[in-house]
């Protein structure tokens, strides 16, 4: 699949989780078009909500090949205003979001390795986007799920479980600006962490 692709994508996740029941008819036009195989219907039919399905099939997109992305805007038949959103952006290109040239933080900051009371005060901090940034960390799907389903009645227990997880995950890499790197990914503000870290 086209990089440009794969970005679209990855930028829309969670706006294509909440929109599309995939079960219904992209998955079996999918494999139709040979573009998922029989063992990939089974793994996103074995999730236990629409959400995870979609974001199983949006796994396994990138890569099934250089057909896959153009079978996928076939298959939103049903979803227009979905593939309308994503020509619209492939035209015209992603809006301007924050930029690292917004960053008001020094070096020495951006090269530690945030505290667990950091990563609480993020996470309160936090609004929808906090799957999004999460994911790009390297969470996956099932992590998510996890946090979730751990801490079902605390929207802030699943983002700071999510966040330690990371920073077990990735040891001495899981700094302040790797952080910063997946916020503005997600389109968020860099005071978000700013303030975070007063």
């Known amino acids: 699949m086209d990089p440009v692709h794969v970005a679209l994508l990855r930028t829309h996740r969670l706006y294509l989780s909440g929109q599309l029941l995939v079960s219904d008819a992209i998955v079996p036009f999918l494999y139709q078009e040979d573009i998922l195989s029989g063992g990939h219907v089974e793994a ?13 099939l949006l796994d396994l997109l990138p890569t099934r090949g250089p057909r896959a992305f153009h079978c996928f805007l076939r298959s939103l ?5 979905v593939r309308d959103q994503l020509l619209l952006e492939l035209q015209t290109g992603p809006a301007p979001g924050p930029s690292s040239a917004d960053v008001r933080l020094p070096d020495s900051v951006l090269q530690k390795v945030p505290s667990d009371r950091v990563l609480s005060r993020l996470a309160s ?43 077990q995950l990735g040891g001495k ?17 860099p005071s978000v962490l700013e303030d975070a870290l007063l």
């Open 44 to 56: 996103i039919e074995a999730q236990s909500t629409s959400t995870l399905r979609c974001l199983k």
């Open 77 to 81: 038949e049903d979803y227009g205003w």
């Open 125 to 167: 901090r936090l609004g929808v986007e906090w799957e999004s940034v999460l994911m790009d960390l390297g969470l996956s799907s099932e992590d998510l799920f996890r946090c979730r389903s751990d801490h079902h009645l605390s929207t802030h227990g699943a983002v700071l479980a999510g966040l330690v997880c990371w920073k």
């Open 173 to 189: 890499t899981a700094t302040v600006q790797r952080l910063l790197r997946s916020l503005l990914a997600s389109g968020l503000h």
